[in-house]
């Protein structure tokens, strides 16, 4: 199992990115998928995440209505869309699969996931 994060940058302050975490081995419609964030001094957090049917998204209270999760299975890659940036949101962005999923479980907590990618730098300036 393999993830592959990217599309990190340096970014001014209200600017967007879009964050892309490919996989192999295994399909993104299959497992629950999520981004995570770790800031300098900080532990890890959750970020947003998709159930694998796709039917449901979870936010941070830190990001909603700012972020989109999304899921493209043909490319198998899910997507983060980054949007009115603040620089609080300088993180390294970790894409992360679960894959034990069942209907009623609700995937936020780092200990729901198996496979972690490398990490992406995300920097917003001020």
């Known amino acids: 199992v393999q993830l592959q994060a990217s599309g990190g940058g340096l970014v001014q302050a209200g600017g967007s990115l879009r964050l892309s975490c490919a996989a192999s081995q295994f399909m993104v419609s299959s497992v629950n998928m999520g981004w995570f964030r770790q800031a300098p001094g900080k532990e890890r957090a959750f970020v947003a995440a998709?159930?694998?049917?796709?039917?449901?998204?979870y936010y941070a209270d830190s990001v909603k209505g700012r972020f989109t999760i999304s899921r493209d299975n043909a490319k198998n890659t899910v997507y983060l869309q980054m949007n009115s940036l603040k620089p609080e949101d300088t993180a390294v962005y970790y894409c992360?699969?679960?894959?034990?999923?069942?209907?009623?479980?609700?995937?936020?907590?780092?200990?729901?996931?198996?496979?972690w990618g490398q990490g992406t730098q995300v920097t917003v300036s001020s």
């Open positions: 992360a699969a679960d894959t034990v999923v069942y209907t009623t479980k609700i995937p936020t907590h780092q200990g729901d996931y198996e496979y």
């Open positions: 998709v159930t694998w049917s796709g039917g449901n998204t």
